[in-house]
């Protein structure tokens, strides 16, 4: 079997093959799960957005203070079914960070980083508006994290059935963040793809919270070191 066509910028074209977009199961409790799952989603990306606009509020201003440039920061990624989006964060980063260098992976200790962006980062406040790409049906609180579109190129040529983490929405947080480290290497991706596969193949309502809880503990272990 061939590998999936390289992705289109147009939003209309899809990476995945027509086929092989839905590739797990779908009986009447999964159906009924992914139904749910929507509306779950968009309640709690709404509380939780509300209950952390003062904290938004506060890293805007220590954004704006230390650095120049916007507050939020826009990139295209790669959703369900090869669909684009523009994901939302809190900028970690100068601007026109890759002018020179072009897309590369983030690192530790990045010098692209700002002062305030290390401590966004490290503390993952920066991903705090992605929940306005919940609410608008980008993404969904748990699922594969989305990538770039040329990453996404590059994996899918080098990584056997990669396109199948396409066939759901990406996630704030997910199996894989929660399981693995920040990728760094090929190795890492094909790694942490096998973790977003198994999400995909048990993805459920004890799976997602046991994420969520996994996902609290992470930031709260990370808070107190």
């Known amino acids: 079997?061939?590998?999936?066509?390289a992705l289109k910028t147009n939003p209309a074209l899809a990476l995945v093959p027509r086929k092989k977009r839905v590739w797990f199961p779908v009986g009447l409790?999964?159906?009924?799960?992914?139904?749910a799952k929507r509306i779950i989603d968009s309640g709690a990306a709404l509380l939780i957005l509300i209950l952390s606009l003062p904290v938004i509020f506060?890293?805007?201003?220590?954004?704006?203070?230390?650095?120049?440039?916007?507050?939020?920061y826009k990139q295209q990624r790669v959703g369900m079914n090869g669909r684009l989006f523009d994901i939302i964060k809190l900028r970690?980063?100068?601007t026109n960070a890759e002018e020179d260098t072009g897309?590369?992976?983030?690192?530790?200790?990045?010098p692209r980083v700002t002062a305030i962006g290390r401590f966004l980062r490290k503390s993952h406040l920066d991903e705090l508006p992605?929940?306005?790409n919940v609410l608008k049906?980008?993404?969904s609180l748990v699922g594969p994290r989305p990538e770039r579109t040329i990453f996404v190129n590059e994996f899918n040529q080098a990584i056997a059935q990669y396109y199948k983490r396409l066939s759901v929405k990406p996630g704030i947080t997910g199996l894989a963040q929660v399981r693995y480290k920040y990728?760094?290497?090929i190795a890492d991706v094909r790694r942490k793809l096998a973790y977003d596969l198994l999400y995909i193949r048990k993805m459920c309502w004890y799976m997602d919270l046991t994420i969520v809880l996994l996902t609290v503990g992470k930031l709260l272990d990370r808070g107190a070191k």
């Open 1 to 5: 079997m061939g590998k999936p066509p």
């Open 29 to 35: 409790v999964r159906r009924s799960y992914f139904d």
């Open 58 to 72: 506060i890293c805007a201003i220590l954004i704006k203070t230390t650095s120049k440039g916007p507050v939020f």
């Open 92 to 94: 970690t980063m100068r």
């Open 103 to 110: 897309p590369v992976w983030a690192k530790d200790n990045d």
């Open 130 to 132: 992605q929940l306005i």
């Open 137 to 139: 049906g980008d993404m």
């Open 183 to 185: 990728d760094e290497t």
